[in-house]
């Protein structure tokens, strides 16, 4: 079952372009909506994040919009760079007892073309 | 300063050898987690320790063994290699309850 569904599985845009990956989730109990950016050959590392008190976070370029009665969220990078090309993965945690877990979405490539 | 760490980075075997990787961490952290990220990139959480103790144990093939000998370390033995456990393997540590985990560089394992 999953529970965090990731789209589009792959994207690509032109430089200064602007890139939207979306995440749909299906658990009302999620408290925590972290993207996480990957480069090849690397393990994956916390981008951005945003709690659902708020329906939008913005660093730099990139940007969170949160929709809880939608129960999506989707990242946006403006300015799309071909340093940006990598691949991004939205999460959410479960909890499980006394643990917590993070669910993953299947992932996004995005390549920004020159 | 590296702040999670995995050696191997490449481990290339033969199906049915025996085969460890080691990872440890700089960050005071008190969870450890192993991940499989499978050639479609697909992360799946395997196990995860705090302390010590395992507290997240998914469905492996009892084959992967974790061993945890101080919270700073979190060990991945696999026995009885097989095609299918071909994969890039990744640490990652985390601070308590807190969501943000830090990942280390990943150990690519195949199998022939």
């Known amino acids: 079952q999953q529970q965090v569904k990731q789209s589009p599985q792959s994207l690509i845009v032109q430089k200064g372009g602007i890139s939207i990956i979306n995440c749909a989730y299906e658990n009302t109990a999620f408290d925590y909506f972290p993207w996480y950016q990957q480069f090849p050959g690397k393990g994956p590392a916390l981008l951005i994040a945003i709690r659902p008190d708020v329906s939008e976070k913005k660093e730099g370029r990139f940007t969170i919009s949160f929709n809880k009665s939608a129960k999506q969220f989707s990242l946006h990078i403006m300015d799309s760079q071909p340093g940006d090309s990598a691949t991004y993965f939205c999460?959410?945690?479960?909890?499980?007892?006394?643990?917590?877990?993070?669910?993953w979405g299947l992932g996004t490539s995005l390549a920004v073309n020159p | 300063d590296t702040a999670v760490s995995q050696t191997p980075k490449y481990l290339v075997t033969q199906m049915g050898n025996d085969k460890s990787i080691k990872c440890e961490q700089n960050l005071g952290h008190d969870t450890m987690y192993w991940y499989k990220q499978d050639s479609k990139k697909f992360l799946k959480i395997m196990f995860s320790y705090n302390n010590k103790e395992l507290i997240i144990n998914e469905t492996v093939p009892n084959r992967f063994s974790p061993k945890s000998p101080d919270k700073a370390h979190l060990n991945l033995h696999i026995n009885s290699l097989e095609l299918g456990d071909s994969a890039v393997y990744f640490c990652?540590?985390?601070?308590?309850?807190?969501?943000?985990?830090?990942f280390g560089p990943g150990t690519r394992l195949t199998v022939l």
């Open positions: 999460a959410a945690p479960l909890n499980a007892g006394n643990n917590r877990k993070l669910i």
């Open positions: 990652a540590s985390s601070h308590g309850g807190t969501d943000t985990q830090y």
